[in-house]
């Protein structure tokens, strides 16, 4: 294995878990100690290494620790000699395969500074400081479980999701073609047979349904020419033009999963379908690959669908519902705090109860962290 595993790919693109980020000065960050610890578990013990590349001290003077007054006595306090010192670190993270083949490294820079009475802890702070923080800005190059996320305004979302580099044994079994007819349908993502009716509760579309095969169509020599037979003899099943038609199989699936994750509008999700549907036919996608975007859609739907119920149940003229919906999309925190404001505000026990219910459809980790708290 020359590469990451498939158990360390899927953990990459996993969401950071919230109880790993902490907040300081309205600020989400991960601890140091904390990147050093997932490293280890990501990659193991000897799969990685950190090296300082340079290090130069930037200065080191005597100052004054910052005078102030005690509130209840009045005495003025601080103002003691002491040093201030500020390093810079470059750091080079290496990260190695588990059979010890070199796969990357990435190298990351920091100024760090401390101010301390003691000559020595001034020097070391600082040191330590700067050191920590380089690795750390390093580590963001492997995503989001290293608090990648987190600078898209503190989101605990993934914001990777996928990659197109997969572990051989992965990316050989979901590009394996195959010669049995696709039964895949056309239709909206969450519905049966019988149309988009129903889709909360409706199986996979993907059950009793095979749409019927072009008649007198030879096999196609290329991609290209397998498009045009389905656009032409099953015009309902045609690519759409507006669905980047210049990426073909994995590529298109990907950038289609990317979609369906962070989708926000129910009819786009029947359009990338009816294109995955297309592909089927023209063989650029596998049914099992087509059925892996059907599920994620079908989920991202549902959830769209009860976001949308939560809401019908609200004031829409409601101070209240403006606010859930003011909230930027990901911004977790900011739905947590409003969520605890709404525990803590005196109303009615149905009002606090639909609120509730309309902010945890949109962040459901701000419902999961409320939970955990209490």
Not at 70 to 78: M, S
Not at 162 to 171: H, I, K, Y
Request: proline share 5%.
């Amino acid at each position: 294995m020359t590469y990451f595993t498939d158990e360390q790919v899927k953990l990459l693109l996993a969401r950071i878990h919230p109880n790993r980020v902490l907040m300081r000065d309205g600020m989400s960050y991960v601890e140091g100690y904390d990147i050093r610890a997932e490293l280890t578990r990501v990659f193991g013990f000897g799969r990685w290494t950190s090296e300082v590349l340079d290090q130069a001290v930037l200065c080191e003077r005597e100052v004054k620790t910052k005078e102030y007054t005690n509130p209840k006595t009045g005495e003025v306090k601080g103002g003691r000699p002491a040093w201030y010192v500020v390093y810079r670190s470059r750091v080079r993270l290496t990260i190695f395969a588990p059979d010890g083949t070199l796969v990357t490294f990435h190298d990351g820079s920091h100024v760090g500074e401390s101010t301390h009475p003691v000559f020595g802890d001034a020097h070391g702070n600082a040191l330590t400081n700067s050191e920590t923080y380089a690795l750390r800005r390093a580590a963001i190059n492997l995503g989001d479980q290293f608090g990648l996320s987190l600078y898209n305004k503190g989101s605990l979302d993934p914001i990777v999701r996928w990659t197109l580099v997969r572990p051989e044994q992965a990316e050989a079994a979901s590009t394996t073609d195959t010669d049995d007819v696709p039964q895949v349908s056309a239709e909206e993502p969450g519905a049966g047979s019988g149309g988009t009716e129903g889709a909360t509760s409706a199986g996979s579309v993907f059950d009793n349904t095979e749409p019927a095969e072009p008649e007198h169509v030879t096999a196609p020599r290329d991609a290209d020419e397998a498009r045009a037979a389905v656009a032409v003899q099953q015009p309902e099943l045609a690519p759409d033009p507006e669905l980047r038609p210049d990426l073909h199989g994995r590529a298109w699936l990907d950038w289609a999963l990317g979609q369906a994750y962070t989708l926000k509008d129910q009819e786009f999700a029947g359009k990338l379908w009816r294109e995955a549907a297309a592909k089927v036919h023209s063989r650029e996608l596998t049914p099992a690959d087509a059925k892996h975007l059907q599920e994620v859609l079908n989920a991202r739907v549902a959830e769209l669908q009860k976001i949308e119920k939560a809401f019908a149940r609200l004031d829409p003229d409601d101070d209240w519902t403006q606010r859930i919906k003011d909230i930027a999309d990901g911004d977790d925190g900011e739905a947590s705090r409003l969520l605890d404001e709404v525990d803590r505000t005196q109303m009615a026990a149905e009002k606090r109860h639909l609120l509730r219910a309309a902010i945890t459809a949109r962040f459901p980790q701000a419902g999961q962290e409320s939970e955990e708290a209490a």
